[in-house]
């Protein structure tokens, strides 16, 4: 039976699909879907997560003097380019 893969998406409603794989280390990840739906509680890890990665990114973004990301500092402060 082959399986089927999809692009990891971690962007939001909000980010261009573009921006997906933030948490992947700025590079896109093949993955498998799941067998079964997630649960309710891995929905609230995954969401923490994001959530948590977010704020890091803000952090960052204001130790470094940045009050306001444009989207080349954006992809900067996530990709490392």
Same mark, same amino acid.
């Given at each position: 039976?082959?399986?089927?893969?999809?692009?990891?998406?971690?962007?939001?409603?909000? =980010?261009?699909?573009? *921006? &997906?794989?933030? %948490?992947?280390?700025? /590079?896109?990840? !093949?993955?498998?879907?799941?067998?079964?739906?997630?649960?309710?509680?891995?929905?609230?890890?995954?969401?923490?997560?994001? =959530?948590?990665?977010? *704020? &890091?990114?803000? %952090?960052?973004?204001? /130790?470094?003097? !940045?009050?306001?990301?444009?989207?080349?500092?954006?992809?900067?402060?996530?990709?490392?380019?």
């Amino acid at each position: 039976m082959m399986r089927q893969t999809a692009f990891h998406e971690t962007a939001g409603p909000g =980010l261009p699909r573009s *921006r &997906a794989g933030v %948490l992947a280390g700025g /590079r896109r990840r !093949i993955i498998t879907p799941p067998l079964r739906p997630r649960t309710e509680e891995e929905e609230r890890m995954i969401t923490e997560g994001l =959530l948590q990665a977010m *704020r &890091a990114c803000q %952090l960052s973004a204001k /130790r470094n003097g !940045i009050d306001k990301l444009t989207d080349e500092e954006f992809e900067q402060l996530v990709y490392g380019d």
